[in-house]
């Protein structure tokens, strides 16, 4: 009769009869890796597992610090003030204006250009006299008109020569009108003064109103 020499449990160390499959302590399969077996392995994996993570954590922050120096590099410079400039080497336009005053630490001013001043108007030769004439004739004291006659009137100024307008007047227009043509227009019965003034100088008469005119 043979003998079955016992076995070690690679688990749990403990021996037991060849016959059985099984460890009776601890239910491990006869041939299966002990409670040691592996380790390194697990080791190794763990490593390997670590290693990859940290790659891929360099990796990330490599692009990250490429892509922020690559926007950095298409961003235009900077003069000291903030004020971005897209010629680095050129100047400030400075308009070139003689009428522009400029000192160190000031701001330019535009000196302002004098208006000329108009020339004054020369003043009208004054009038020495004036007189009422009618169809060329001086018209001395008073002349009469018919309601609804016209009387075309004149002034004559000495100098004859004149910039001023001459000015007629009714003292009643009920009596007559006049235009500032000169033109009387009978109206009614009755006298009023007629006066017309030139630059200053005045004259007058009297005019009669004889009213309707007979038939």
Known sequence: MAIVPDVKCKKCDRRFSGIRSRCPYCGARRGSPGKHAG???????????GILILSALIIAVGALLFTSL??????PPSDPSGAVTDDPGGSPDIPDDSDVNTQPGTQPTL???????????????????VQMTYAGTAISEEFSVWTGEEVALKAR??????????????????????????TVTGIGRGTAKLTVTVGGATAECIVRGKGPRPS
Not at 39 to 49: L, M, N, W
Not at 157 to 182: I, K, L
């Open 39 to 49: 380790g390194d392995d697990s080791f190794k994996g763990k490593a390997t597992i």
């Open 157 to 182: 100024t000495v100098p004859a020569e004149t910039e001023y307008t001459p000015v007629w007047e009714s003292s009643d227009e009920e009596v007559f009108m006049v235009n500032q043509d000169g």
């Open 70 to 75: 690559a926007d950095r590099g298409d961003d």
């Open 111 to 129: 000196t302002p250009t004098p208006t000329p001043s108009p020339s004054p108007s020369p003043t009208p030769q004054p009038v020495e006299s």
